[in-house]
């Protein structure tokens, strides 16, 4: 079939207009998919990248805006308090090299275009997984505006030598480019979530469950680092677990089901 065909050269009508709304793929995709066969399909998965990453650019200027007003509505930690007195958040280790694993976000990024089918079927659910992504990320940044904290476990960090050594330029590129607000839900947690059942969704197909194992071991691994970096609180972490699982019952779940009909 030639790239230039009218199926190939825009989105069908079917995929942005029929079934449940979280089914649906947005008109805002159309000039990516003009392009889905150009360069024999190659260039799909890494434009997709770059487009999730500029519905995902609002983040910076939410992290700004709470930056620069400086106001903290609560304090995430006192949720979980020990019988000691203590919080739970300081008593959790900061651990310094995890902040490697705290950066393999931006591997699910990368991964999850190249990971889906590469066909006009698993563009679509590759591109309705990337858009519960960037709707779970919206609510939260709702949240950052409405419900502002801030991260001062951060100083925990700091005072353990966090951005000296070997390690310290990883966690004083972070702290420069993340600001200490936008807390909870932690979308470090949220994204993570949603791209891993995205990905495991095409790897079940095939029969992967080696990999799926790997994937979700991962993920775990990545949740674990908010904390032992001092990067999210706790309760940041269930948050965003929340969010993602809800994203995932409410659309995703129900939209991959009523594509697998078709």
């Not at 009508?13 to 000039?31: C, D, H, I, Q, Y």
């Not at 976000?105 to 997984?129: C, N, Q, V």
């Not at 001062?152 to 330029?169: C, F, I, N, P, Y």
Request: with cysteine; net charge positive.
């Amino acid at each position: 079939m030639s790239p230039n065909s009218e199926e190939n050269s825009a989105i069908p009508l079917a995929f942005v207009s029929e079934g449940p709304v979280g089914a649906r793929v947005w008109k805002v995709w159309a000039p990516l998919w003009k392009l889905r066969h150009h360069w024999e399909g190659r260039l799909f998965s890494p434009l997709a990248t770059v487009g999730m990453l500029v519905l995902l650019s609002p983040y910076q200027l939410t992290n700004w805006i709470a930056s620069f007003r400086g106001v903290t509505i609560w304090d995430p930690k006192s949720v979980f308090v020990l019988a000691d007195g203590r919080y739970l958040d300081h008593a959790i280790p900061f651990v310094p090299w995890t902040i490697f694993v705290y950066y393999t976000i931006f591997l699910f990024y990368f991964a999850l275009p190249f990971a889906a089918p590469k066909t006009r079927d698993g563009h679509r659910e590759l591109l309705i997984t990337i858009q519960f992504i960037v709707l779970s990320s919206w609510f939260a940044y709702v949240v950052f505006l409405l419900f502002p904290a801030q991260v001062d476990l951060r100083k925990q960090a700091l005072a353990l030598g966090a951005t000296e050594g070997s390690l310290g330029v990883f966690y004083a590129s972070f702290h420069w480019l993340d600001r200490p607000f936008n807390c909870w839900p932690s979308l470090h947690v949220t994204q993570t979530f949603l791209a891993a059942i995205g990905m495991t969704h095409w790897r079940a197909r095939d029969g992967s469950n080696l990999r799926i194992v790997a994937l979700w071991i991962l993920w775990t691994a990545l949740v674990l680092s908010t904390l032992t970096t001092k990067q999210h609180f706790l309760w940041d972490a269930l948050t965003g677990i929340a969010v993602g699982i809800a994203g995932w019952w409410f659309g995703l779940r129900p939209a991959f089901r009523h594509l697998s009909t078709k």
